[in-house]
């Protein structure tokens, strides 16, 4: 089976435009998770979903960013407009649910605002 | 609230070297799992082993094995014999409250020298 597929894999933008990440997790698992690396802050997680419906944004770092799960197999993450302080890698995470925890991650988008 | 410490930072090892990775946790809660995730170059997180907390049998994978003790808080990673490819970045994560949704400590890069 696929893993969990990110797109794009690297992105160059300039300051104040849109960047749009792209994510489409294991089939049939519940839940969707968005994470952000950086060096400062480690691992973050900035929200999740469970069957297709946001659970908890709080990690959201503010309102320039938003998320969306329109479906099952489908999910985006929206930084707009970008700044520097955005640049990071972004990664999706999908897990069967229950008490399992077991995220299956992404390869990650490595963004780059200029 | 949850939260991991990964005190080490980075790791520097010759080949064939044994080395444990330290991870100290957080958590209010008696119900919880811990996870070991690896990170190698390539960049996407790979899970390696989950525990849950009525469970401290220490558990061995080969090379790998895991010692978690309730009374100190740890769960700690060690590799036998190192080889090359173990060089990654190693992250623990607690899991609990409810949600189950891990925390990450902020990881420990581990350098194998050939």
């Known amino acids: 089976d696929a893993g969990v597929i990110q797109s794009p894999r690297h992105e160059v933008t300039e300051m104040g435009q849109e960047v749009t990440l792209r994510c489409k997790p294991i089939s049939g698992h519940d839940y969707l998770f968005w994470y952000r690396q950086t060096m400062m802050r480690g691992l973050e997680l900035l929200i999740y979903f469970n069957n297709n419906v946001p659970i908890d944004d709080s990690g959201m770092p503010e309102d320039r960013f938003s998320a969306k799960m329109p479906n099952a197999s489908f999910s985006t993450l929206k930084i707009q407009p970008s700044e520097p302080r955005d640049s990071a890698v972004y990664f999706c995470?999908?897990?069967?649910?229950?008490?399992?925890?077991?995220?299956?991650f992404g390869e990650g988008s490595r963004l780059t605002v200029l | 609230a949850q939260k991991v410490t990964q005190a080490q930072t980075e790791i520097s090892v010759v080949e064939k070297e044994d080395v444990t990775l330290d991870c100290v946790y957080e958590?209010?809660?008696?119900?919880?799992?811990l996870f070991w995730y690896k990170q190698p170059p390539s960049g996407e997180l790979v899970f390696l082993i989950r525990?849950?907390?009525?469970?401290?049998q220490n558990e061995i994978s080969g090379r790998y094995s895991w010692n978690f003790q309730k009374s100190t808080s740890s769960f700690n990673f060690t590799i036998t014999a190192s080889q090359v490819v173990d060089s990654a970045v190693y992250f623990c994560a607690v899991a609990s409250g409810g949600s189950y949704i891990p925390t990450f400590g902020r990881g420990t890069s581990l350098i194998v020298h050939p």
């Open positions: 958590t209010r809660d008696t119900t919880y799992y």
């Open positions: 525990r849950n907390s009525f469970d401290e």
């Open positions: 995470a999908s897990s069967p649910g229950g008490r399992t925890g077991e995220l299956f």
